[in-house]
């Protein structure tokens, strides 16, 4: 038996704590005590408010799941909150707080549990920080990003969006933007030939002479032999996602959960990496 993932009330909502000191954060996202499921204590955690729409909240939650179910270091706790409006504006303060994100009274939000790292950009200024992501991508934990990436067709991978946790290990967040910015709740999700942001890097760090052809065939071949896990990883985690969706959207569901489950269940068969990244 697996267990659900969290959609969860204003009640598990403890505390608001602090504004997230990293430069360039969305104004409303913030560090606040939640309280999780099968979690006793309140855990420190970002939360940030999103599109009501739960369209990025979804992804979001359907990253988590894959990312665990596939081994990745990840936050061991995440959730969708439902605040009330009055709530999500009193405790990021009226000034911050963004009127469009309310509907029904209510705003959603996507938390996850804080971890003490701060991302690649944070660490790292400009062009080193580029730098850095080209030679973290060429680890073990990189390429699994990459290949993550690819399947999702996470279209905002950037040195923002991975935490810094040593010279050869980094942690992947941030999946509003999986599946290329597409709305699947309005249409299908087109499986796009376009490369994810990973990938492009990759190439253009090929291309620009970063890596040699040497190096670049090593990652693509880390990147494959990741991938193998990918279909059990799948597999692990269908059912949470088929039942997310169905909590999260009611009306339409069985048609969404169809479009994620079968763009995911291409893209994780065996040996399309090799064949999307022309490894033989
Ligand atoms: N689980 C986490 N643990 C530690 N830090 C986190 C976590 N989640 C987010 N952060 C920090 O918060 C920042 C913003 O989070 P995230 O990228 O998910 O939101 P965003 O709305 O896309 O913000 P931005 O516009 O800055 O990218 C990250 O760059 C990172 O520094
Ligand atoms: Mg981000």
Not at 138 to 161: C, K, M, P, S, W
Not at 211 to 227: E, F
Request: aromatic content about 8%; hydrophobic content about 45%.
């Amino acid at each position: 038996m697996t267990t659900e993932f969290p959609l969860l009330g204003e009640h598990a909502y403890v505390a608001y704590i602090q504004k997230l000191d990293s430069m360039g954060a969305n104004s409303t996202t913030h560090i606040a005590e939640v309280r999780y499921p099968v979690q006793a204590a309140p855990v420190l955690s970002v939360v940030k408010f999103l599109d009501p729409n739960c369209l990025a909240a979804s992804n979001e939650a359907i990253a988590w799941l894959f990312l665990r179910a596939a081994g990745f270091v990840a936050p061991r706790h995440a959730a969708i909150l439902a605040l009330s409006a009055k709530k999500a504006r009193d405790v990021v303060g009226k000034k911050a707080f963004d009127e469009s994100l309310v509907t029904q009274d209510c705003v959603i939000a996507w938390a996850s549990q804080k971890l003490d790292f701060k991302s690649i950009r944070a660490y790292f200024a400009g062009t080193r920080a580029d730098a850095e992501w080209i030679g973290l991508l060429r680890t073990l934990h990189g390429a699994q990003i990459a290949a993550f990436d690819e399947v999702f067709l996470n279209a905002d991978r950037n040195t923002g969006n991975v935490l810094y946790s040593g010279r050869d290990s980094c942690i992947p967040i941030d999946h509003e933007q999986i599946f290329d910015h597409q709305d699947w709740i309005g249409g299908n999700i087109m499986a796009s030939t376009r490369d994810s942001d990973s990938l492009r890097v990759i190439k253009r760090a090929y291309d620009g002479g970063a890596l040699s052809l040497g190096a670049y065939n090593d990652i693509k071949n880390k990147m494959v032999h990741h991938a193998q896990q990918h279909e059990s990883a799948l597999a692990a985690c269908k059912d949470q996602i088929s039942k997310l969706i169905a909590k999260v959207f009611k009306d339409g569901s069985a048609t969404f959960e169809e479009r994620i489950l079968s763009f995911a269940a291409e893209r994780t068969a065996e040996h399309w990496m090799e064949t999307r990244l022309g490894v033989v």
